[in-house]
């Protein structure tokens, strides 16, 4: 049977404390780790959404200024300009 003595300190609860801010500070890099890529994620989908939304509308406008007066086959500037601004 063991028995402390009085002048000795107890040195059990330094470990106990060195783990529990080890597994803080882990816990944090992990969460901050996991937070920048979620975010890092978020902003490619939303710079890919983009321009992909820009090509097609560039597509579109393009398709109504100039290839469907085309195909009509009475494409002048004026005529194609004026159907363009038809649409809006």
């Known amino acids: 049977m063991l028995i402390a003595s009085p002048g000795v300190p107890h040195k059990d609860s330094e470990p106990e404390v060195l783990v529990v801010v080890v597994v803080v500070v882990v816990v944090v890099v992990v969460v901050v780790v996991v937070v920048v890529v979620v975010v890092v994620v978020v902003v490619v989908v939303v710079v890919v ?3 992909v939304v820009v090509v097609v509308v560039i597509l579109l406008l393009v398709n109504i200024a100039v290839v469907l007066p085309l195909s009509r086959q009475d494409f002048n500037f004026k005529n ?3 159907y363009f601004l038809g649409f809006f």
Request: glycine share 0%; charged share 0%; aromatic share 0%.
């Open 49 to 51: 959404v983009v321009v």
């Open 80 to 82: 194609s300009l004026l």
